[in-house]
T-cell receptor, first 113, second 115 residues
Framework: SQQGEEDPQALSIQEGENATMNCSYK?????LQWYRQNSGRGLVHLIL?????REKHSGRLRVTLDTSKKSSSLLITASRAADTASYFC?????????????FGQGTILTVHP | DAGITQSPRHKVTETGTPVTLRCHQT?????MYWYRQDPGHGLRLIHY???????DKGEVSDGYSVSRSKTEDFLLTLESATSSQTSVYFC??????????????FGPGTRLLVL
C-alpha cells in the first residue's frame, strides 16, 4: 500500500483563494517532499521538509509537518490558474534507502480564472 | 527536465514482446530510478540504481529488469510485455541517495500501451 495518502483527491477553487492539501503517512521518515505534475509532464520538485522541521516556506508555498500525527500539509496561497496541476507528497525513509521515495496518490488541483 | 531524456516517448506493442525503455541523463548523478504511474496508484518504484552496475528492486519489480552499464544510461526492460504493464513510465535521478536534502528530478515520461 502507498506510504502517503493524500486528501482531498480533487480540489477546485477560484483564482486568489488558498489551496490546502494534506498527506498522511505510516512509517517513520527522514524527510517529506512535495512534487507538482502538470498534465502530460514529469514531476517537478517543490519543497522538502526534514523530520526535525515543523514548517517551511517557499514563495507562495507553506508546508507543515507533524511527525507525531504522521501528517503534512501543503498550502498554496493566492492561487493562480497556472497552479492547476496534480500535487504529490513523497516520503523518504533515510538510512540505507538510497533516496527512494514513496509517493501518495496525489491531489488534483483546479484553479478557475 | 534537468537534463533527462527518455526514449521512446510513446510506444505501442503486443503482449509477449520484449520492450526496452531508455533513460539518459547529462547531470552525472549517481542515483537513477524507474517508476510507473497508474490512475489510483500514484507513482510506484520499479527498480533503482545506486551506481554503475549496482541496481536493486523496488515495490513493483516483477516482470521488469534493469541495467546500468554507464553513469548516464539506465535501461528498463519488460521481458515479456503484458497488458497490466500498460502505464506511463518515469525515470528520475538524484545526486545523492543518503543526504537529507535530496530531491529527485524527473524525465518527461514514456507512454506504453500493451495490446
Amino acid at each position: 500500500s502507498q506510504q502517503g495518502e493524500e486528501d482531498p483527491q480533487a480540489l477546485s477553487i477560484q483564482e486568489g483563494e488558498n489551496a490546502t492539501m494534506n498527506c498522511s503517512y505510516k512509517t517513520s521518515i527522514n524527510n517529506l517532499q512535495w512534487y507538482r505534475q502538470n498534465s502530460g509532464r514529469g514531476l517537478v520538485h517543490l519543497i522538502l521538509i526534514r523530520s526535525n522541521e515543523r514548517e517551511k516556506h517557499s514563495g507562495r508555498l507553506r508546508v507543515t509537518l507533524d511527525t507525531s500525527k504522521k501528517s503534512s500539509s501543503l498550502l498554496i496561497t493566492a492561487s493562480r490558474a497556472a497552479d492547476t496541476a496534480s500535487y504529490f507528497c513523497a516520503t523518504n525513509a533515510g538510512g540505507t534507502s538510497y533516496g527512494k521515495l514513496t509517493f501518495g496518490q496525489g491531489t488534483i488541483l483546479t484553479v478557475h480564472p | 527536465d534537468a537534463g533527462i531524456t527518455q526514449s521512446p516517448r510513446h510506444k505501442v506493442t503486443e503482449t509477449g514482446t520484449p520492450v526496452t525503455l531508455r533513460c539518459h541523463q547529462t547531470e552525472n548523478h549517481r542515483y537513477m530510478y524507474w517508476y510507473r504511474q497508474d490512475p489510483g496508484h500514484g507513482l510506484r518504484l520499479i527498480h533503482y540504481s545506486y551506481g554503475v552496475k549496482d541496481t536493486d528492486k523496488g515495490e513493483v519489480s516483477d516482470g521488469y529488469s534493469v541495467s546500468r552499464s554507464k553513469t548516464e544510461d539506465f535501461l528498463l526492460t519488460l521481458e515479456s510485455a503484458t497488458s497490466s504493464q500498460t502505464s506511463v513510465y518515469f525515470c528520475a535521478i538524484s545526486e545523492s541517495g543518503q543526504d537529507a536534502s535530496e530531491t529527485q528530478y524527473f524525465g518527461p515520461g514514456t507512454r506504453l500501451l500493451v495490446l
